[in-house]
């Protein structure tokens, strides 16, 4: 192996979650690598025997919420920390192949069924609901793709995981398809249009964290409009869109309605962050920050769901 990997590669859990499924729906935030700080979070529900009904992800949190949904404990933390400089991951290798900086090809070929394999039998089982929210790049809408009910669910976490301006456009049944973030950042009024009494989100910036609702305004018009109107008018609002999302988390948390998962700390993460250890630090927060959480979300699910 000649890329660099994360020391602490060996230290990270391994192991199967149980069968139970806990009533719920957990909501996973994007964000590229940043993801990994989600991906802590799960490796310690999974501990924990906490494995929701449902998982509806955009972006890195539809990418890493299949691990969670097949119950394979650290298998989505490996893959960046122990890949991240590997050119058929990312890189310009991965561009070439794949008309975008993630090598979809790789991920979702070698490493999933050669190297880290995912247990796709578990993954499909009808028990553990899986939606992966993208962007339709003609109406610029999100669209939520369920596992057992659309045509091509890992097409479908690709597309969700397709980044703007840098990525070619996703066809799923004919229609061109981009980043689910495009339109829609942190997918909890999908969980609470469908009925769940349990909600837990899990956000990969801090709670203060707000966005400037003017930046990206004046590339999204440049780069999409008017070819592709509705996709630039949602790049266009869609930091004001996230601060809107992140009040409403505020107020629902504060009215009991969901439960919230977020950094504990601030730490400066790329969405393409090349320190490896520093990575390998931000998932040890996710994993931490749950493990400290866990009475209090407990009681959240008793209550919730009593």
């Known amino acids: 192996m000649s890329h ?3 020391s602490g590669l060996d230290r990270l859990p391994r192991g199967l979650a149980s069968n139970n499924v806990t009533p719920g729906c ?7 690598l940043r993801g ?7 490796d310690a529900l999974m501990e924990a025997d906490v494995n929701f009904a449902c998982t509806v992800g955009v972006s890195a949190g539809a990418l890493n919420g299949i691990s969670y949904v097949s119950g394979q404990i650290g298998r989505s933390a490996r893959s960046p920390l122990r890949y991240r400089h ?9 561009f070439l192949r794949n008309r975008t900086p993630f090598g979809f090809d790789f991920m979702f070929g070698e490493l999933s069924k050669t190297l880290d394999p995912l247990d796709m039998e578990r993954f499909l089982r009808p028990e553990r609901r899986f939606v992966a929210v993208a962007t339709n790049c003609l109406t610029g809408k999100a669209e939520y793709f369920e596992k057992g009910r659309c045509s091509d669910i890992m097409l479908a976490t690709r597309a969700s995981s397709t ?3 840098v990525s070619q456009m996703v066809r799923i049944d004919g229609a061109p398809y981009l980043d689910g973030g495009c339109a829609c950042k942190i997918p909890f009024r999908w969980a609470l249009d469908n009925g769940f009494r349990a909600v837990v989100i899990v956000k990969t910036r801090p709670d203060a964290y ?6 990206g305004r004046a590339l999204a018009r ?4 008017p070819k592709w109107q509705a996709l630039s008018d949602a ?9 809107r999302l992140c009040d409403e988390i505020d107020d629902l948390r504060r009215e009991g309605r969901a439960f919230v998962i977020s950094p504990s700390r601030f730490m400066n993460i790329g969405r393409m962050e090349k320190d490896l250890e520093k990575l390998g630090e931000w998932y040890w927060l996710g994993y931490r920050d749950a493990q400290t959480l866990m009475p209090a979300l407990r009681d959240y699910l008793r209550r919730a769901e009593g």
């Open 4 to 6: 660099r990997i994360y």
């Open 26 to 32: 957990l909501v996973l935030e994007g964000g590229a």
């Open 235 to 243: 790049l266009a609002s869609s930091n004001a869109d996230y601060n």
């Open 86 to 94: 590997d050119p058929r991951y990312f890189g310009v290798r991965a």
């Open 163 to 165: 980044m703007p301006y």
């Open 36 to 42: 990994t700080y989600s991906v802590g979070v799960m």
């Open 210 to 215: 707000r966005r400037d609702p003017n930046a």
């Open 222 to 225: 440049l780069f999409y409009g």
